[in-house]
């Protein structure tokens, strides 16, 4: 399934309906309306909200956030109807990539699904430096 990943630093109307619903799909969160009010806080603050695109549609989500070199990674979702295809994996390696690019060299997982995206990112590129 070919995911495209965007790095938004600005929430348009159309982004805010999409993300909304996004994250009303998943039961981690309270609401879509709260993970919006978190995503603008944490653009706010000079954050990263990435987003996965399949079709024009935003299909999954996870914000970046904290220091320069020392990023938060948080509040990932991926919609239900496209969960077990990879798209996890991939918004995570494409979130990582784009976050090293700005001079990030630490990641800090916002929960264990995370983490263990993390740990796979961090073996691909172990494997790609041999």
Same mark, same amino acid.
């Given at each position: 399934? !070919? &995911?495209?990943?965007?790095?938004?630093? @600005?929430?348009?109307?159309?982004?805010?309906?999409?993300?909304?619903?996004?994250?009303?799909?998943? !039961?981690?969160?309270? $609401?879509?309306a709260?993970?919006?009010?978190?995503?603008?806080?944490?653009?706010?603050?000079?954050? &990263?909200?990435?987003?996965?695109?399949? @079709?024009?549609?935003?299909?999954? $989500?996870?914000?970046?956030?904290?220091?320069?070199?020392?990023?938060?990674?948080? @509040?990932?979702? &991926?919609?239900?109807? @496209?969960?077990?295809?990879?798209?996890?994996?991939?918004?995570?390696?494409e979130?990582?990539?784009?976050?090293?690019?700005?001079?990030?060299?630490?990641?800090?997982?916002?929960?264990?699904?995370i983490?263990?995206?993390?740990?796979?990112?961090?073996?691909?590129?172990?494997?790609?430096?041999?």
């Amino acid at each position: 399934m !070919p &995911v495209m990943v965007s790095a938004e630093k @600005n929430i348009s109307p159309e982004l805010a309906q999409g993300i909304t619903k996004l994250y009303d799909t998943s !039961p981690e969160f309270g $609401s879509g309306a709260e993970a919006l009010d978190k995503a603008q806080q944490i653009l706010n603050e000079d954050g &990263v909200l990435y987003v996965g695109w399949f @079709n024009a549609k935003p299909v999954a $989500s996870i914000m970046a956030s904290g220091t320069a070199t020392q990023r938060l990674i948080h @509040n990932i979702v &991926v919609h239900p109807a @496209n969960r077990g295809r990879g798209i996890a994996d991939r918004l995570m390696a494409e979130t990582c990539r784009l976050e090293r690019e700005k001079g990030a060299i630490h990641f800090v997982a916002g929960c264990t699904a995370i983490a263990r995206l993390l740990r796979m990112d961090a073996a691909r590129l172990q494997k790609n430096a041999k």
